[in-house]
């Protein structure tokens, strides 16, 4: 059985842009709570991964990215010729 989720109130400073971004969620402390979450799973993902021998490079999640993006494009562009 797992403890029951508890609660804390902190009091925290955030550069502008960052709270103007807080200004339009019904929820700040939920969105805060998920974006933590979200950057500790990617945390210890790219540690498991590194862990395991491999290497992650600015140069490499760039041309990763690029890729995914031509995919999509291609994607995109079958589904309109299947759907015309």
Do not use: F, W
Not at 2 to 26: F, G, H, M, Y
Not at 53 to 62: A, C, F, K, L
């Amino acid at each position: 059985m797992t403890a029951p989720d508890r609660s804390r109130r902190l009091s925290i400073t955030l550069p502008e842009d960052v709270a103007k971004v807080l200004d339009d969620q019904p929820n700040a402390s939920a969105y805060i709570a998920e974006s933590l979450r979200m950057r500790t799973r990617r945390e210890t993902a790219l540690r498991v991964v590194r862990d395991a021998g491999y290497e992650i490079t600015q140069e490499g999640v760039d041309r990763m990215r690029a890729r995914l993006d031509e995919m999509a494009v291609r994607r995109r562009d079958r589904e309109q010729r299947h759907a015309a």
